[in-house]
């Protein structure tokens, strides 16, 4: 079994929402926005944390929950973010990634200047 942490871990935990409770109140939120059917499906708190150490019984979490989450942490998907990081996710030095290796995957929509 892989022992590395998922993408979605290292996410939350860069963005300070990787405690259950901080999580769980952000997903209400995202999914109260996406359907308002949606807004009180967080996951249980075990389940939350087999989605942290990727132990899920299938590949991803169910279709309502993926949907979430990719608006949740754009621009990944429910697949890169079950999924490990990225090689280059973290520097030799541990620290979090620097912001242009995160922006570099969103596609440029306008010119900068």
Known sequence: MDTRPTLLKELLTHQHVQRYETFRAEYERVAGQLAPDLRYTAPSRAQYYRWLSGQLKGRIPYPDACRVLEDMLPPWTADDLFGPPPDG???????????????????PSFPAE
């Open 89 to 107: 996710w973290q520097r030799r030095d541990g620290e979090a990634p620097a912001a242009d290796w995160l922006l570099g995957s969103v596609p």
